[in-house]
């Protein structure tokens, strides 16, 4: 009898243990890609604050011809000369907001506000349920201290952003930046107060998904980025991108010396992320002037951008022969203006007048 129970109780310990890896493997798989813990590799930064994804390839380019023929301030628009960032002062009101069970799911909202309070910003996140109140909040403490407003939000807690920005239009308040992470299908369109926004998304996601559009006539910065060829990125890993994160952090740390208005048309962007590519999160596109015999490749190597950033954008062969001052649109960062003439300006908004200082890149 003692030796048939401790047959039983060899075989329940089997059991157990068995069942336990099936759990713990279950929970690894559900875990998703690297979060923060097993961070995605990021691009070396250039010389400025912002990372830049470089060409793939080095590519021949044609005979060297006179710079006279190309749109001289289109290429200082898309490629300036780099800022010393490093004695800004942050300045701005950060509003993030989790998704649906956000506690569980939309803890990468928290952790990107721990980076912001770290870079010197005031940042809070919040449950998307509580968006009307403070959407509310804000509204009031802008009209005591008017300060750059950026709003933040996955899944449910993007479409809160857009209905924040919609309530602030209503009060004449700008909105300097909205980024959403993924954001719930019926979210609204970007009102023309925003000026500059950004979608990061999942086209195929059945519980974000949402590919936002801006209203008929938005005159400000657009770039959307679908990440759905990208299999080792979730709706519930997609908040946590440590890479992501850290555009992020840089965009908004420089937000108030960062003249919203440029010269020349804004274009905005439509971005399918190819598999195993970095996300480069561009503010908007910029068109320049090709130069006779220029092509694609050879002007993803001039600019320092990837060339599928410019195939997407136009579409034609990328060894297509260009033609003098055949219109090409270019990817672009906005930049700080100098430390030295924007330090005591207020910041940029819709309402008012551009800054006398330089165009982003």
Known sequence: MVKIRRICATRVAAVLAASLLVCTGAAVAFAGPPTEQQPLPVPPPPASSRPTVQAKAVVQKPPARPKTSRNTRAVATAAPAAVDTSSITPRGRVYLFRGALGLIFSRGMDRLTEKLQRAGLTADVYEFTLCSLITNNAVDTYKRDPAPIILIGHSMGGRCALQFAETLQAENIPVSLIVTVDPAHMSPDVPTNVERFINIFLSKDVLGGGNIKAVQGFPGHFASYDLDRHDEVSHISIDKMDAI??????????????????????????????????????????????????????????????????????????????TDGQRVVVPRHLAPAPVTTAATQPAPSASSPPPASPSGR
């Open 245 to 322: 994160h850290q555009q992020i952090v840089a965009k908004v740390r420089e937000i108030a010396v960062t003249p919203a208005k440029t010269e020349g048309d804004v274009v905005p962007l439509h971005y399918v992320v190819p598999p195993n590519e970095q996300t480069e999160l561009w503010d908007s596109g910029v068109a320049v002037a090709a130069r006779a015999g220029d092509t694609l490749q050879t002007l993803a190597s001039e600019f320092h951008v990837p060339l599928w950033s410019l195939t997407q954008a136009n579409p034609m062969s990328d060894s297509t022969a260009l």
